[in-house]
């Protein structure tokens, strides 16, 4: 189906045509509304009763509106309907989008003056009136617009059984090169033309005549005769469906109108795909071309109709036609996707809904979504390295990655992945692919479980590849290639590595991988060669060592503090050290004194160097803050930190026993802190892991607990002691008693009244006064102590254990996953954090806060330095391996395949086989009891 101009830009619609709601005056009336001209359509008022309609004259089939504003001013339509009839008589429709729900559509219309909006109907519309409802506009509505689209308009005759009439229509139609659909086996007309065109040459005209008898007139016989015989020779046209037969009419529709357009390719794989028949043109269409097809040719001759097609299949998921006009080079991806085509995919699918995006911003829109899905940071989406011009077209780099993306955020998943396998940086893709689909289902409520559940597979999936892929580079490559993968700066993801990527997905398995592995034995922990050391960190190292030295606690000699190994030893042992200090204080009577001197000013200054190495860590920007809040050490960090701080201020404004408490509350934080430091041992880090699951399974029992024990707290107490009026005491009561009961402290002597100290008193007045009440009802008191214990210390902590147990075993199934993955985390924390501990580390916050002040601070970054050349060829031996990954991993699908063909085939074989035993025993069993029954004797 060829697409082209209907008529207004060239005129060929004259301007009585054309009608409109008002106009303006003369210079802006509806004749000036045509595509380029000097001026445009502008009616009297802007509201959204005004319109614009084309009389086409004829039935065409219309598929796009293409739009401009007023060319002198600036006003524009920037959103409007389009609606149809094909008879004046008619009622108007609206163009819906291609859904169940048949929404009205509202396109996009223009955002300056000049520039061509195009927006393509989802699907084509027969047509012979158009108009064009404009609902919102800037300034004033005006416009200018051309309609596309085609005069081939595929029709097909169905005849089903029929009189005399049907057969002339069917020979007439037949005759004028509209395809007919023979229903056999429905009776009367239908039946015999189908008996004629099957039996063309073999039948004498008495067998058709005699047939024709039975439904038509003597003297209409002979007529009719020839023009069943005239319509049988145009055996393109004529189609025989036979309605017994498994065929599904719609596909015999379908092959008759190929037939009939036997000659236009481009029409025929266009109802091919709007039929969604990918079968049909792979085997038929296209094989029938041959091999040797010239397809620069052909897509010289149908461009347009190829590229409408290729863009139809990619808003629609249809990724068997992607994939077949791609793979046979029907449509080469690097001529067709360019910025503007992008842009159209997205207004067109993701953001079809939402009426505030269009062509001009909804690039913008997809940067921001990137980011909030992934966390990654670009600047503009696309890059501007990604562009390339070309004329006047803004081509994509790597567009394969862009069609990805864009298949991953409107969740087309097949199509996504075969992008993926066709792109490059196999690895990065699927760990942001990871990361997008996580996110998604992590949005997903409780509404959307399937979904949610579809989201988490695929996620999985993704998580499978990436560590696929690096699992055959280390294998495939040499041994120093696989560390420049994962450590490979990637200007297209954030400038972040693969190893970045890996953790912000959550990728376990990835950072467990041997090659990660080893790579942070050998390259990062203990040595960290060949990583990106900055001149600006050189240069602090030259600064601040100096003055470090003169520290008696200093041990440069002993470690290499350049190495993560070596600022993890020397923070964690000056780390005990303050620890130590700050233990001396607490428990000593220092705190006694009025003012803070000695050792307790040193342990001041050093706790301050620990929050101001703190703030170093938050960052200064919010997606900066944003990552420090979801690591829950920080939480501990924030705690321990803030009640120092708390601590110190009371202890210098002499509150002094509130400062001591306050402090007690730090140092208890501090110590807990200490588990940190453990995440580095592969016995201890693990347990680490397990005590932070379980506090999290603590959390929710405390919850069940509380409501238990403040039910019965609240039952005993109102029991037990039902005048008493301290209503304070009575809340603290509640809570006590129950909390400790637990524990095997269950206060009978109380709840009975038999405790020797015991100085009640019954006397209401008494207790008034702030006598303390004696027990009543302690009977019943013990009748709910009894329930409380079997219900608290037999089913809850039963309940406490078994949550437990689940955790540990759940652990401990991937215990040495969990703690690669901890042991990653750590290394990078120290890899980026200052080569000096506290409370040394002052001296290089001092050095970076000058440094940043001035504007030249870069800090360093965990990435592999590579030339150009080391770079592009790492990118070509992952792409390698991804694809050998691919290949391998086709051919065992096929294997696989043709393994369960085989049997299959063995299985039907094998039942055919028993089957007939079956029957053969049956026989032979009626053969014996027939031999030797009573009337036979027996020898």
Request: proline share 3%; with cysteine; net charge neutral.
């Amino acid at each position: 189906m060829h697409e082209q101009p209907l008529g207004l830009q060239d005129k060929k619609v004259q301007d009585s045509q054309i009608n409109c709601s008002s106009t303006k005056h003369a210079t802006c009336n509806h004749s000036k509304a045509r595509l380029n001209n000097d001026s445009a359509w502008t009616p009297d008022s802007s509201d959204k009763n005004q319109w614009i309609e084309v009389d086409l004259g004829v039935t065409k089939l219309v598929s796009e509106v293409v739009t401009q504003g007023n060319p002198n001013e600036d006003k524009w339509v920037t959103k409007y309907t389009v609606q149809y009839k094909v008879e004046k008589r008619d009622e108007w429709k609206f163009v819906t989008d291609d859904t169940e729900q048949n929404k009205i559509l509202k396109f996009p219309g223009n955002s300056n003056r000049n520039s061509k909006q195009r927006n393509i109907f989802p699907v084509p519309i027969r047509a012979s009136f158009i108009r064009l409802v404009p609902t919102k506009w800037k300034t004033n509505i005006s416009m200018r617009f051309e309609l596309r689209g085609s005069d081939d308009l595929p029709v097909v005759c169905i005849l089903v059984e029929g009189g005399p009439n049907s057969i002339q229509q069917s020979c007439e139609a037949v005759e004028k090169g509209t395809p007919v659909v023979v229903v056999a086996n429905s009776g009367r007309a239908s039946d015999v033309l189908a008996y004629a065109f099957q039996e063309a040459g073999e039948k004498s005209d008495d067998d058709i005549e005699n047939r024709l008898k039975t439904i038509i007139k003597e003297d209409e016989i002979a007529e009719s005769k020839k023009l069943i015989k005239k319509a049988v020779h145009h055996s393109n046209m004529l189609n025989i469906y036979d309605a017994k037969s498994n065929i599904e009419i719609d596909h015999m529709i379908l092959q008759a109108l190929m037939k009939a357009n036997i000659t236009n390719i481009g029409l025929q794989v266009t109802l091919a795909q709007t039929w969604n028949r990918i079968d049909i043109v792979k085997d038929e269409i296209f094989r029938s071309l041959g091999e040797t097809t010239d397809w620069e040719r052909y897509n010289r001759e149908i461009k347009e109709t190829i590229s409408g097609n290729f863009h139809q299949a990619l808003i629609k998921n249809q990724e068997g036609f992607v994939k077949l006009y791609l793979d046979n080079g029907v449509v080469i991806l690097e001529n067709f996707i360019t910025l503007d085509e992008l842009k159209k995919l997205y207004v067109e699918t993701k953001f079809k809904e939402d009426e505030r995006v269009n062509e001009q911003n909804v690039l913008e829109k997809v940067r921001r979504e990137i980011e909030d899905l992934t966390t990654l940071h670009f600047e503009r989406y696309p890059l501007s390295s990604n562009v390339k011009d070309v004329g006047l077209h803004n081509y994509l780099q790597d567009p394969y990655r862009h069609l990805f993306i864009f298949a991953i955020l409107n969740d087309f998943e097949e199509m996504a992945e075969y992008f993926w396998e066709e792109g490059q940086e196999h690895i990065a893709s699927a760990l942001v692919a990871s990361k997008i689909y996580r996110s998604q289902a992590h949005m997903m409520t409780a509404t959307y479980k399937e979904k949610r559940e579809r989201f988490k597979k695929i996620e999985k999936k993704y998580d499978d590849l990436a560590y696929e892929v690096l699992d055959a580079c280390e294998s495939q490559s040499e041994k120093s290639d696989s560390p420049n993968i994962v450590l490979r700066n990637l200007p297209n993801w954030g400038r972040k590595t693969c190893l970045d990527l890996a953790e912000i997905s959550g990728n376990r398995n990835f950072i467990a991988h041997s090659a990660v592995q080893t790579l942070l034995d050998e390259e990062i922990w203990s040595t960290r060669d060949g990583l990106n050391d900055t001149k600006a960190e050189k240069k602090e190292e030259c600064c601040c060592i100096p003055y470090g030295r003169f520290i008696i606690f200093y041990i440069w000699s002993c470690l290499d503090v350049r190495t993560p190994k070596g600022r993890f030893c020397h923070n964690a042992a000056f780390y005990i050290m303050f620890l130590a200090l700050f233990t001396y204080v607490m428990i000593s009577d220092q705190l006694s004194n009025r003012w803070p001197a000695g050792w307790e000013c040193f342990l001041i200054v050093w706790g301050i160097t620990f929050v101001t190495e703190e703030i170093r860590q938050m960052g200064i920007t919010i997606k900066e803050m944003k990552e420090y809040i979801l690591n829950q050490w920080n939480w501990i960090d924030i705690y321990m930190l803030t009640s120092f701080v708390l601590g110190v201020i009371l202890r210098l404004v002499n509150h002094r026993h509130e400062a001591r408490i306050i402090l007690a509350f730090s140092i208890f934080g501090f110590y807990f802190r200490l588990f940190h430091k453990l995440t580095f041992s592969k016995y201890t880090g693990p347990k680490v892991l397990m005590i932070g699951q379980m506090l999290i399974d603590l959390a929710v029992f405390m919850v069940i607990l509380l409501i238990v024990l403040t039910g019965y707290g609240v039952a005993v107490q109102s029991v037990l002691y039902p005048h008493v009026t301290d209503h304070w005491n009575v809340f603290k009561e509640i809570l006590y008693r129950p909390y400790f009961q637990i524990y095997g402290e269950l206060f009978l002597e109380d709840i009975q009244g038999t405790a020797d100290d015991c100085a009640c008193s019954k006397n209401e007045t008494a207790i008034s006064l702030g006598a303390t009440p004696c027990p009543q009802n302690t009977g019943w008191g013990i009748v709910f102590l009894a329930l409380y214990m079997v219900f608290s210390n037999v089913l809850l902590l039963n309940l406490l254990i078994a949550m437990f147990s689940h955790t540990f075993d759940k652990v401990e199934e991937e215990n040495d996953v969990h703690w690669k993955f901890l042991r990653y985390s750590l290394t990078k924390e120290y890899f980026n954090r200052p080569f000096l501990a506290p409370p040394l580390i002052i001296l290089v916050h001092i050095y970076r806060l000058t440094r940043f002040c001035l504007g030249n601070w870069t800090p360093a970054v965990m990435v592999r330095k590579l030339s150009e050349e080391d770079d592009a060829r790492t990118i070509k031996m992952e792409q390698r391996c991804g694809y050998e990954h691919i290949l391998s991993k086709r051919r065992k699908q096929r294997q696989d395949a043709s393994l369960r063909s085989r049997l299959e085939e063995l299985d039907c074989s094998l039942r055919s086989r028993f089957h007939e035993l079956d029957k053969n025993l049956k026989k032979l069993k009626t053969h014996i009891s027939s031999n030797i029954s009573p009337g036979n004797g027996t020898s």
